[in-house]
């Protein structure tokens, strides 16, 4: 711009107003936990989707849904937030929290019964502008806790995401939303021994395709649609009759692999094969593991060269 013009500014509102529930949200959740606790905010970051706070002192869940209580306690009671700049006299004696020495002229940002904060920032008129206080998280950090809080629309905004959700996965599940912990545990229940009787049933697979196979010098299979756990089993079977095998699984010239044998040090293939086709991977004398890229008639060859 040059200097001289005039220009016209207005504010972004709707991000204001929400930088403000959230600052002032976290005003009253750090004073709420200075005065329980004697924490100190040593860090705060209000996002554009969720703010941190970081307090130098371990909370556990029990004190966190304590805090947030209280502090959701504040914005129902609207209290006022009161905006002075006291003398030098007065801040003497005004308990504030502060992250720094001040000097000059310091602007005290006071929710009554709540918290008394040396600061720049913008917040909400009353406290009943915030809406809601809500921790959806917190994790140790650096010796204390670092706390994920989102207030007023962003809050709401989370519950309308969250309550969608718990719909749609208990209609699909067929159960009432106050069901929901337990239809997802039968669940987990359900898929674990969908998982037990699927790995039996491989197992028997796997010793039938080995049975077919017969025995020898060396096995190199192909295969599809197999974890990494299933390539490794069924070329640890295809080892008990083989001197050393080999199973492939994947598609469009990229492959997972295993090399097992019970008499040669299956490292130097592994080492050879990676060479060879752009692999990585590694393992154990008698077992190794990796991946490869290359087409299948050429890591056939290569094997069958060994």
């Not at 994920?148 to 309308?160: H, P, T, V």
């Not at 080892?239 to 050393?244: L, R, Y």
Request: aromatic share 8%; hydrophobic share 35%; charged share 25%.
């Amino acid at each position: 711009l040059e200097t001289g013009i005039t220009v016209t500014g207005h504010i972004d509102w709707r991000r204001r107003f929400d930088f403000m529930q959230q600052h002032s949200g976290e005003h009253i959740f750090s004073g709420l936990a200075h005065t329980h606790f004697g924490a100190a905010n040593v860090g705060f970051h209000l996002g554009l989707e969720v703010t941190t706070i970081d307090l130098d002192v371990p909370l556990n869940e029990k004190k966190v849904n304590m805090l947030e209580r209280e502090a959701n306690e504040a914005v129902y009671k609207n209290l006022p937030v009161e905006i002075s700049y006291p003398s030098k006299a007065e801040l003497a004696v005004l308990p504030y929290r502060s992250k720094k020495e001040l000097s000059g002229r310091v602007r005290i940002v006071t929710v009554p019964g709540y918290d008394i904060c040396a600061c720049c920032g913008t917040h909400v008129a009353r406290t009943g502008e915030i809406g809601i206080i809500k921790i959806t998280s917190f994790q140790n950090y650096k010796g204390g806790t670092r706390l994920f809080m989102l207030c007023g629309g962003r809050a709401f905004a989370d519950y309308q995401r969250k309550n969608a959700d718990i719909q749609h996965v208990t209609t699909s599940l067929s159960i009432k939303p106050e069901e929901l912990c337990q239809g997802v545990e039968r669940l987990c229940d359900e898929i674990t021994a969908h998982k037990i009787y699927e790995s039996s049933v491989k197992r028997e697979l796997f010793a039938l395709k080995a049975k077919s196979l017969g025995s020898g010098e060396r096995v190199a299979v192909f295969e599809e649609n197999l974890s990494s756990d299933e390539i490794r089993r069924f070329c640890l079977t295809l080892a008990e009759s083989f001197g050393i095998a080999a199973v492939f699984c994947g598609k469009n010239e990229e492959w997972k692999y295993s090399v097992a044998s019970k008499k040669l040090d299956c490292l130097g293939v592994s080492k050879a094969l990676n060479q060879a086709f752009c692999g990585r991977g590694g393992g154990k004398p008698e077992l190794v593991q990796g991946s490869c890229r290359g087409t299948r008639e050429k890591i056939k060859a290569f094997f069958d060269a060994l």
